[in-house]
């Protein structure tokens, strides 16, 4: 029982210690994970373009600006209309003035009922007719204001869906980085016009990068995902960097050309030292 139990665990090592220890050479290639054209979303004058080519940008910040006037002047007036609608909303005043003209109706109509049964002929029967109407009148008119302030709340939501989008719409005259990363050109200078979908700049994430290799696929592994790797670069004649990545991707397609399946590393970009398209050497399973 012991000696299988030993045996077992050699296995189980060796299985272990021989995938960490596979390993394989690759020449490859740096190449870019992300990049973005940088487009207008809404017609208009470029007022101002504050991004340059080579300027480092983060996520979300604005790199140039639209002519917004027009813009600007919508959402001021959905924000008063909305003020309007929520004024009009709360305002319950019609309500409770109906109610109190139904209640005192209400009450005349039954002292009229109570002195013609005492006495039928105390009153006439067209008064007495009348007074019922004057009732049922305003009792109507209470469900008329109910109605009107259940119509003023449902205006006021359409109102703050009106403020939302002339919000929106004024936000969509900023031109927004995408991704964070440097800007490598830029299309549009200030003063001309755009319209929706032109390309205004062109932005690439240079802090994290992709190494980009093929190897024969009687060689490559679908276990290689997740294993480190190791980057070696050539800089120039008298200096090579070295990078610590991951295996990301193994094709499950083989080229039936050259019989060879691409492999995907990803890694931080040290000091952004490296730029894509230089030449690399990619070792799997090196620490």
């Keep these: 029982m012991k000696h299988a139990t030993t045996t077992w665990l ?7 210690c021989g995938r960490q220890t596979q390993s394989a050479e690759i020449e490859a290639f740096v190449r870019l994970i992300e990049q973005a054209e940088t487009s207008a979303r809404e017609a208009g004058v470029l007022t101002t373009v504050l991004a340059k080519e080579g300027q480092m940008v983060t996520e979300g910040e604005v790199l ?3 002519e917004d006037v027009q813009a600007r002047f919508d959402k001021k007036r959905a924000e008063l209309e909305l003020e309007i609608a ?8 019609a309500v409770r003035a109906s109610q109190k003209a139904a209640a005192v109706a209400q009450n005349d109509w039954q002292r009229v009922q109570r002195t013609v049964d005492k006495n ?3 009153i006439s029967a067209s008064e007495v007719e009348h007074r019922r109407l004057t009732a049922e009148q305003a009792e109507l ?13 449902v205006q006021r939501q359409v109102k703050e869906n009106e403020c939302q989008f002339a919000a929106e719409k004024l936000e969509r005259h900023k031109v927004v980085a995408p991704l964070g990363g440097m800007v490598i050109e830029v299309h549009r200078r200030r003063g001309e016009w755009v319209e929706p979908g032109e390309r205004v700049l062109r932005i690439v994430r240079i802090d994290r990068l992709r190494i980009e290799g093929f190897v024969d ?12 790797v190791t980057v070696t670069v050539e800089m120039n004649e008298d200096s090579t960097e070295r990078f610590a990545g991951e295996v990301v991707f193994v094709s499950p397609e083989i080229d039936p050309v050259n019989g060879q399946v691409a492999i995907w590393a990803e890694l931080e970009n040290r000091d952004l030292l490296l730029r894509p398209g230089l030449r690399a050497s990619m070792t799997i399973g090196a620490k």
Aim: proline share 4%.
């Design 10 to 16: 050699l296995l189980v090592l060796g299985a272990v």
């Design 64 to 66: 140039a600006q639209i």
């Design 86 to 93: 929520r004024e009009d909303s709360e305002n319950d005043v």
């Design 120 to 122: 039928p002929n105390a």
């Design 141 to 153: 008119e209470v469900e008329r204001a109910q109605r009107d302030l259940r119509i003023a709340r």
């Design 217 to 228: 696929a009687s060689q490559a592994r679908s276990d290689w995902k997740g294993l480190p």
